[in-house]
């Protein structure tokens, strides 16, 4: 007879190969099991050191068993629309809430990118929105017009060509939940950075996008 947390454990492979993202052995999918379960518990941690921690915890040092972090991506999903009860209306709240901020910014040209997007957020995460200015003065004079107290500080973004550069960062707190906005230029919206999670540029959504996912009710598709 199988246990219910058999029967959890095979909801959550099958949600995980659902996805597209099957696993070339057995190894390679549990350090991504356990490496989804990790972030799930610990949001802090980035997802190499989720990768390593799970090899470890699993006994694997084969680095060509390790999973990539699309393949972790994946996994977490599939944890949190099985253990996480609730997490699709959570994913909907801060869709909404993300929609509401960049028609705000929409002068900036905003795309909603991160874990929001992507559908592996909790209550916990945050709101990331790129935005495209000529200054990061302008972003700053529109966040005094809606009287948005914010903080200030700066992200390093790696490039194409190989360059590493930081990229203003402003965050504020909205409903109890932050919102950061990276500033980019106006020309990165033709040349962007690179995505830290799938390696190529990185794609966000905007608007018309975002509507398209809330009006879907999609929770694991970014």
Known sequence: MVTDRAAVILRVRRNYSEMGHHATTNTRRHIAEEAARILAEQSHLSTDEARMRAAKRIGCTDGCQFPDNLEIEAALKAYRLVFHHGHADTLLRLREMARSAMKSLIMFYPQLIGPVLNGTADRHSCISLLLF????????????????????????LRYGNGDSQQRPLLSFIADSTEIELLVLTATERRNPPIDPVAGGPLKGADLTHLDQLIRGGNSVDG
């Open 133 to 156: 200015a000529e200054t990061t003065e302008d972003v700053i004079l529109r966040l005094l017009e809606l009287k948005i107290p914010w903080q200030e500080m700066a992200r390093r």
